[in-house]
């Protein structure tokens, strides 16, 4: 008997690792916590010492806070760790990525080919002036060459800057100057749900005001014309081919810039987030090999990400090739040319991990369970989810729809500026609550306090902290280093605020609620929008919500929420009653939303994210702030023109 949604959902239901996922796990037990809280620094050496260092580090952590060394005077180059070693050792057959392009066009890469393909690129670079030091940007789809141009740039040491291949070309005018890059790689264009996004075309406009650009590298893909800038522009097809395949990686410092990366959070100017190299590389790998349970010979990984975020650098390219991965890479949407796209995917290569956002998971839900029901997903073995908080209701479908309730389901919390996952179930070890990230994983430091910084204890709820300092921290923000220090350093003595609220339930178990900016005033009471979100899911006609405070005479803030329903739902008003009330019943009548809008989207950044301050300025009848890092900046307009036209007629 298949069990129900609610007793999966029951209070106090837990979900310890399947026998048979323990019985092949890498870790299955809890002592790695302790062993790692006695001696952290003993067990980030031994984390590193899996990777091949050229030279080796003299101390594990020089601390000063709020800057951190890690691995200091070992030399090491992250190209070499992700591809040579693995060729040396015999492994240069293996498939390093199966590419499936949008179209349906594919490609198969093995370990040796990409190590010739990112030694040829390396070589290109070169020809065209790059020097170690040197700044590259790179504004690309999904293609192969993406996380070629990435290890192209570690091989030879030239810190890269990754451009989402959606951004406008403001954002990649601003992120260019930011940088001071040298190059640009890009491409004609991207393909995306059947249609082609022009990067050439709004590259130019960027790099039109981008004086630090000398020459700009483009990759034919979608081979529509394209404005072209003789002595500038470089055809990829005419430069790389041509390239020797031998190119020695250059052995770089472990505390040598890898790459930049911009965040904007989801309100203020970009941050150009600085990661090295030895202890980003050390803890990506460990994690990625310790939270997915990888077993390099056997599994077909996927992480359905963009390189273009945090995610795909560290879980796409450098954290699973440095493990010796057998990965997917997919090109385009997930509803291209059908909903069941990520399916059929899953089936042709029997992918055995998959990693997703919530976002994802909803618009799954939303689309109903008979898109994975064609398909056959026995291959998957473990689950994993990312980028906001998921609700129970998504984690639970996620475990029934797409793991056949045989799959652990790792929840990962971490940010760009942590660089590799900080929060998240051991998959053999921890046993689970669907929507709770659980713990801190061993070597992490991590509490929850309040306003005056002290921890709250269990149960209770507050802000996030990082309580010591961890390999893979960011180094600093670009050419700002006070910022860094105000932005994370400042808040709570001595401790990192990730700006996240979360909470801690009788267990320790940690729950993830979304940023503190993002929190609710409503009547003196503080209310997360997670919960309010989450309550919403919770209703069987509801696919996805997000919810924001609206200045309000009488309660300071009141709760207007966007509501995008399940396939088979119609919007009414009786629906409108049916979900205040069920909000009410499930946190309380202070967490009922004055307004419900209907909508199809939401707006969302890039990687999934909703935007609720464009929400916001919707519901207040605001003008609308910076929409560029939005995936599909007309969503936000038609929303706000109904949101409007609805509280006209309720007038
Ligand atoms: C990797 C990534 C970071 C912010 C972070 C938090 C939210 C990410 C989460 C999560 C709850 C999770 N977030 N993972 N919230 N549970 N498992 O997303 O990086 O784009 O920098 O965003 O995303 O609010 O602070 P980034």
Not at 113 to 132: C, F, I, M, P, T
Not at 422 to 428: A, D, E
Not at 514 to 527: A, E, P
Not at 604 to 633: C, F, N, Q, W, Y
Request: glycine fraction near 8%; include cysteine.
């Amino acid at each position: 008997m298949p069990e129900t949604i609610e007793s999966l959902l029951a209070e106090g239901r837990t979900f310890p690792p399947p026998k048979d996922f323990k019985a092949d796990a890498l870790v299955v037990d809890a002592e790695i916590y302790d062993e790692a809280d006695t001696d952290t620094e003993g067990f980030w050496a031994q984390a590193a010492a899996a990777l091949d260092w050229f030279e080796e580090w003299h101390t594990v952590c020089e601390w000063d806070l709020p800057f951190a060394k890690w691995f200091v005077g070992g030399k090491l180059n992250a190209s070499y760790n992700c591809l040579d070693r693995h060729v040396a050792a015999g492994h240069g057959d293996q498939v390093a990525y199966h590419w499936e392009g949008e179209p349906g066009d594919t490609r198969t890469i093995t370990y040796s080919q990409l190590l010739d393909e990112v030694s040829r690129l390396a070589n290109a670079l070169k020809a065209l002036g790059v020097e170690k030091g040197d700044r590259v940007n790179i504004y690309l789809g999904m293609v192969p060459e993406l996380p070629m141009a990435l290890l192209a740039c570690a091989r030879i040491g030239a810190p890269h800057s990754v451009v989402f291949g959606g951004f406008s070309a403001d954002s990649l005018r601003d992120r260019i100057n930011d940088a001071q890059a040298k190059v640009l790689i890009t491409g004609d264009g991207a393909w995306r749900r059947g249609a082609v996004v022009p990067l050439k075309d709004t590259a130019d406009v960027a790099v039109a005001e981008c004086p630090s650009i000398e020459k700009v590298l483009v990759l034919r893909r979608t081979e529509q014309d394209v404005p072209w800038t003789d002595g500038r522009d470089v055809w990829w097809h005419d430069l790389v081919p041509e390239q020797s395949t031998e190119c020695p990686p250059e052995p770089m410092d472990a505390e040598d810039l890898l790459y930049l990366l911009y965040t904007s959070g989801t309100t203020a100017k970009p941050k150009g987030i600085m990661h090295t190299t030895g202890g980003y590389l050390t803890q990506v790998s460990w994690t990625h090999s310790h939270v997915f349970d990888l077993h390099s010979d056997n599994d077909v990984y996927w992480c359905a990400a963009d390189v273009g975020w945090v995610t795909g650098h560290s879980y796409i390219v450098y954290g699973p090739l440095a493990n010796r991965t057998t990965s997917v890479l997919y090109e385009g949407t997930p509803d291209f040319p059908d909903k069941d796209r990520l399916w059929q995917i899953v089936e042709k290569y029997k992918v055995t991990i998959l990693y997703t956002a919530p976002t994802a998971i909803r618009t799954f839900m939303k689309w109903g369970p008979e898109w994975p029901e064609k398909r056959d997903l026995s291959s998957l073995r473990l689950l994993g989810s990312v980028g906001e908080p998921i609700n129970p209701e998504a984690w639970v479908w996620y475990w029934q729809h797409i793991g056949g309730g045989r799959c652990p389901v790792v929840d990962t919390w971490w940010q760009t500026e942590t660089g590799a996952i900080m929060i998240t179930p051991l998959p053999g070890a921890t046993t689970l609550k669907p929507g709770s990230a659980t713990f801190p994983l061993p070597g992490i430091g991590a509490d929850v306090v309040d306003d005056a910084g002290n921890s709250v204890g269990i149960p209770g709820g507050g802000y996030l902290v990082l309580t010591r300092p961890w390999p893979s921290m960011l180094r600093g923000i670009w050419g700002d280093p006070e910022r860094y220090k105000e932005t994370y350093w400042s808040r709570f003595d001595g401790k990192y605020f990730a700006g996240d609220g979360a909470k801690r339930d009788a267990d320790g178990y940690f729950w993830l609620l979304g940023r503190v900016d993002d929190v609710m005033l409503v009547s003196g009471h503080n209310i997360s929008t997670a919960e309010v979100e989450s309550a919403l899911v919770s209703h069987p006609a509801v696919a996805e919500a997000a919810v924001v405070g609206k200045t309000d005479a009488t309660t300071g803030q009141a709760i207007a929420a966007f509501v995008i329903l399940r396939s088979g739902n119609e919007p009414s008003d009786a629906l409108v009653d049916e979900l205040r009330d069920h909000v009410g019943d499930t946190i309380g009548p202070i967490a009922k939303p004055k307004s419900i809008l209907f909508t199809e989207d939401l707006p969302k950044t890039r990687s999934g994210k909703i935007m609720r301050r464009l929400l916001k300025d919707v519901s207040e009848d605001h003008a609308l702030g910076d929409t560029t890092t939005l995936a599909d900046p007309s969503v936000v307009e038609g929303i706000k023109s109904r949101y409007l036209a609805q509280a006209t007629e309720q007038d």
